[in-house]
């Protein structure tokens, strides 16, 4: 008779420490499919346009280009509460990192750090149907994202990689 009431009160006071919900013991509702990040879904897209080579120089190139964005974004004006960038602090910060990683300066279109061009003033450089993923994910998100920026920048440095 004390044994059900011992495994409540013991699963209590687990819940209380917040190790363990009893929502997930007791829930009844159906999970809701968790939405995938725009920057897996780039990737994903890239596979399919450039291939799986493409895809993990991009994807090796991630974390060394987000660790070397993060401050250049953070220091930027954000356009939202999300605290993503406008298009032209996020083309100056992909600038910056390119000039910091390789010396490769992407100029202001006329002077000015807004782009006049797709994907952030280079999509004129990108093959057609990489340009269009860029613009169909990144181009109608609200603002840009450390990690979108990052995608970006490392699809860019690994497509000028394979041409060399």
């Known amino acids: 008779r004390m044994f059900p009431w011992a495994v409540a009160l013991v699963l209590a006071a687990i819940r209380d420490y917040g190790c363990v919900s009893s929502d997930v013991f007791l829930s009844t509702t159906d999970k809701q499919p968790t939405a995938v990040p725009v920057e897996l879904a780039v990737l994903d897209q890239l596979e399919g346009v450039l291939g799986l080579q493409h895809r993990r120089r991009t994807e090796s ?36 990192v390119f000039v910091q990683r390789h010396g490769w300066v992407l100029a202001p279109d006329g002077g000015s750090w807004s782009p006049t061009s797709t994907v952030l003033g280079v999509g004129i450089y990108l093959p057609l149907r990489v340009r269009e993923v860029f613009e169909t994910y990144l181009e109608g998100a609200d603002g840009y994202t450390l990690k979108g920026v990052a995608v970006l920048a490392a699809a860019i440095e690994a497509l000028v990689h394979a041409e060399v």
């Open 61 to 96: 190139l991630l974390g060394v280009l987000a660790s070397e964005l993060e401050p250049i974004v953070r220091s930027l004006p954000k356009n939202n509460s999300r605290g993503a960038l406008s298009a032209p602090s996020a083309r100056y910060a992909l600038h910056r």
